[in-house]
């Protein structure tokens, strides 16, 4: 059990008395059903969740409060059939101002036997355009797999299964706007058949539908916070933003490299026909 939550199974302890079975999370306590409810399904007592779309709707949820800074973390099985054109999310928005923060997990369905590509996206001060893909190097329809967003002052690493995909420093040094904002964590199953794959040419096969996405694991780590910045929410108490946490360490680095070196497939940092001077964090 990380600190921080057994700090908060403490304090509920003492407070109400209760006892919660540590290892289960349930949707309703942190999590509400945004749109397309019909399309939503609790499974075992609301620690799974099932959206689905078909031709009529999509749907997503989102957290019921908003956090400045955590270490987030979702398990999503992903749609298994002929997904093309079909993206499933797991991202952080701030949804305060309208020169917004995002973080973004996206996984871009596609025809039958061909791989499922990961694309990753930050948005800072409104700004976005930094899209990478990976290939994944397991079957991600097959079973649950873990995706985690770590956020603090210093740094955000996207994981899979524990494995950082990709880093996104603090470089406001050098110019380079980084995300402050509290933000909502929001999920979503949704028709991207005009952009997700094969740059658009391959679209959705409805004979395939209802497409299915799975989640569970509604527990949090993260700093609640409202507003316009995250006041507070860099304070050493909170795991998440401890030194050991601030840059990946030499194993890391390394599995990121291989991640790097073996699976992606696109990188915007590379991309010279959309930056032809590559921008500052990518130097
Ligand atoms: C980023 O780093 C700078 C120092 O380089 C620091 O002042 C700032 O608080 C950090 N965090 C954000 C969200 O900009």
């Known amino acids: 059990m990380a600190p921080s939550k057994f700090a908060g199974f ?32 609790r499974f075992d007592n609301g620690q799974e969740v099932q959206l689905s779309m078909d031709a009529s709707s999509g749907s997503g949820f989102e957290s019921k409060k908003s956090y400045g800074f955590g270490f987030f973390d979702m398990e999503i099985k992903l749609p298994g059939t002929n997904s093309a054109g079909v993206v499933t999310t797991f991202y952080l928005i701030s949804l305060e101002g309208d020169r917004h923060d995002e973080m973004d997990f996206e996984f871009l369905g596609n025809r039958e036997g061909k791989p499922i590509t990961l694309q990753t996206n930050v948005y800072a001060d409104g700004v976005g355009d930094r899209e990478q893909r990976i ?23 996207f994981y899979v299964d524990d494995i950082p995909i990709r880093v996104f420093k603090n470089n406001t040094r050098i110019g380079v706007p980084y995300p402050a904002r509290p933000m909502q964590i929001e999920a979503s199953l949704w028709n991207g058949d005009d952009w997700a794959t094969d740059g658009s040419r391959t679209k959705i096969d409805w004979r395939y539908a209802p497409f ?11 700093c609640e916070s409202w507003g316009h910045d995250a006041r507070g929410c860099d304070s050493p108490a909170y795991w998440w933003n401890s030194p050991e946490h601030w840059a990946l360490d030499e194993a890391q680095e390394r599995r990121l490299e291989d991640v790097r070196k073996s699976y992606m497939n696109y990188d915007y940092c590379a991309d010279r026909s959309r930056h032809p001077v590559p921008p500052p964090e990518c130097l």
Do not use: C, E, M
């Open 10 to 41: 403490l304090l509920l302890l003492s407070i109400s008395g209760a006892v919660r079975v540590s290892g289960t999370s349930f949707f309703d306590q942190n999590y509400r059903i945004k749109w397309g409810y019909d399309h939503a399904a």
């Open 135 to 157: 290939l994944l190097w397991f079957d991600p329809t097959a079973d649950f797999h873990s995706y985690k967003i770590l956020w603090n002052d210093h740094q955000i690493v």
């Open 212 to 222: 299915r996405a799975r989640y569970r694991g509604f527990d949090i780590s993260g």
